[in-house]
């Protein structure tokens, strides 16, 4: 073996530890919000969450259509299908305003987080 | 799969009646853990690698055409066309492939996001097979994201010396804007190992629609290592 592949394979074995370490930052009580997508609108289309927290977004799809939750500023993408129920998870968010959209109704289906 | 067969090097290595190998550049994407449902995906991939010192062989190009769409809400499948384009002769279809990828977190919900890729690759001509699986991760912080790719594969057949190989990719992008993306990534893998910037991005295409690129430089930083590799990827979802 030489010893670069020592090299690689002794990374790959402290990597492969990382996931027990990133388990236990599970969110276990993360405060949660809810929101329901109804007639391709988000309500409540503003969400007030408390800064430097990660939070627990629970949206329900009322329509009977797929709508997917989309923000770039809070980098996430979530499909949400007709009558069903999804848990994004976001932040910690620094004081601030971050607007989602529905990626299939972008004209109607839009909202914001506020971290304060 | 970032474990790229040489056949420069397979034909060097027939000349000598020696045991063909396939050991070759580690350096191809690094993938997310996220399952995109509901979409198509069509993707291609093109690499340009300068000689490999590694191998012997001469600048070379590897070019993938792929077609991929989320069967769960957790679990994507994407088969490859794999097409080698190497200076002493035409381009060619030379490998099969397809690919699984299963997002096991949900994005934002453990410190780390998991995710796992399945890989299998058929050589069309030779009795060469590749299988490979990957543990994906990535991590948020701030407008930063750092991902991990950690492959074990093995290769088998009747062309191909049977070997265990490991291969690691990391990315690390800072979040500027949802068009351009600057990053840098390294790779590490037998016989390469490699550093350089990128760039990546997505355009907003309409409803439902969009076109992802990606682009890399890769240097490489040992005497195995070509001098420079380029990456590019276009990703159109629909």
Known sequence: MTARRRRVRSGLLLCLLLPGLGLSGAVLAAPEFHLVIRDHLFEPDEVVVPANTRVKLVVTNEDPTPEEFESYELNREKVILGGRKAVIFIGPLAPGVYPFFGEFNPQTAQGRVIAE | ?238
């Open chain 2, 1 to 238: 799969m970032r474990i790229v067969t040489s056949r420069g090097l397979g034909a060097a290595l027939m000349l000598l009646n020696l045991p063909v190998m396939a050991d070759g550049l580690a350096i191809d994407k690094v993938y997310h853990p996220y399952v995109d449902p509901l979409v198509w995906e069509l993707e291609y991939r093109a690499i340009a690698a300068d000689d490999n010192p590694a191998t012997g062989q001469g600048r070379s190009q590897v070019h993938r055409l792929s077609i991929g769409r989320a069967v769960a809400p957790n679990l994507a499948l994407e088969a490859y066309l794999v097409g080698e384009d190497n200076r002493d002769g035409g381009f060619s279809v030379s490998d099969y492939e397809v690919e699984a990828l299963w997002q096991l977190t949900e994005q934002g919900e453990y410190a780390l996001d998991y995710g796992l890729l399945f890989e299998l690759e058929k050589s069309r001509k030779d009795d060469a097979w590749e299988s490979a699986v990957s543990l994906l991760l990535e991590r948020e912080l701030g407008r930063y994201s750092v991902t991990a790719n950690l492959e074990l594969g093995y290769e088998w057949g009747d062309d191909i010396r049977d070997e265990w190989e490991t291969g690691l990719a990391l990315q690390s992008r800072y979040r500027y804007r949802q068009e351009l993306e600057p990053a840098l990534e390294l790779y590490m893998g037998e016989d390469t190992v490699g550093i350089g910037p990128a760039g990546l991005g997505t355009f907003r295409l309409g409803p439902g629609r969009s076109l992802h690129w990606e682009a890399a430089v890769i240097l490489g930083v040992d005497n195995t290592t070509p001098d420079y590799t380029l990456r590019a990827l276009l990703e159109y979802e629909f």
